[in-house]
């Protein structure tokens, strides 16, 4: 079974501050991806990645920053934290090419005060 | 731009019954499709995909079938369970000539079995 993790799993900040989400997937799985869950609206695809040093642009990308350091790792950065980023963030990985799933870690819950 | 469209936000049925869930799609390429099912404070898992047209595909009781004519992918059991209660994706991952691809979700259809 494909294994995806987050850290941290439940985090609170105010307005303006930093923070970094981390994700670690250990299938060697080339796709990696950035989600926002919210309610009505479903999972929205931030940032993703094929491999280590690539980045895409998703659907909603504004106020994120991504970067993927090695094959298992990749984060996602907001550097200037706004209470409409408060969300149930989940990081996902697949093996390359369309015809495969992907395998979700088990989510960041970010509140931003 | 490719879009998923799932019209129901809300089912809510009782124990035994049947139920179908709409999937929609809009892609300029070859599609594949899926159905994710998250369970109340748990994350997304595969619950069943296909990209063969008007091939059903079944998977835990399940089932759905690709029709690429009408670009649907309904999500159908003909029992539903208490244990059905979740929260259910269609997603779409088109097969571009570039080999690369970027998913699409649909908003979700959150499924409510009552006793």
């Known amino acids: 079974e494909a294994a995806v993790t987050q850290s941290p799993r439940n985090k609170v900040t105010v307005t303006g501050g930093n923070v970094t989400l981390s994700c670690r997937q250990t299938n060697s799985h080339n796709y990696m991806y950035w989600y926002r869950q919210d309610t009505g609206h479903g999972l929205r695809l931030i940032h993703y990645?094929?491999?280590?040093?690539?980045?895409q642009i998703g659907d909603v990308p504004d106020g994120y920053k991504a970067t993927r350091t090695t094959q298992e790792d990749f984060f996602l950065l907001l550097e200037l934290a706004s209470p409409s980023q408060t969300s149930l963030y989940f990081c996902?990985?697949?093996?390359?090419?369309?015809?495969?799933?992907?395998?979700f870690g088990p989510g960041t819950r970010l509140t931003v005060l | 731009g490719d879009s998923v469209t799932q019209t129901e936000g809300l089912v809510t049925l009782t124990k035994g019954l049947p139920v179908m869930l709409n999937c929609t799609y809009q892609t300029t390429y070859s599609p594949f499709l899926f159905w994710y099912v998250q369970h109340l404070n748990e994350a997304p898992k595969l619950l069943l995909k296909s990209s063969t047209d008007n091939k059903r595909t079944e998977h835990q009781g399940f089932y759905a079938t690709l029709h690429k004519s009408s670009s649907s992918f309904h999500l159908q059991k003909s029992s539903v369970q208490l244990s059905d209660s979740a929260l259910y994706f269609c997603a779409l991952s088109p097969l571009t000539s570039g080999g690369n691809y970027k998913p699409t979700f649909g908003k979700g259809t959150s499924l409510v079995v009552h006793p």
């Open positions: 990645s094929y491999g280590a040093g690539n980045l």
């Open positions: 996902a990985s697949s093996v390359a090419g369309a015809s495969y799933e992907q395998y």
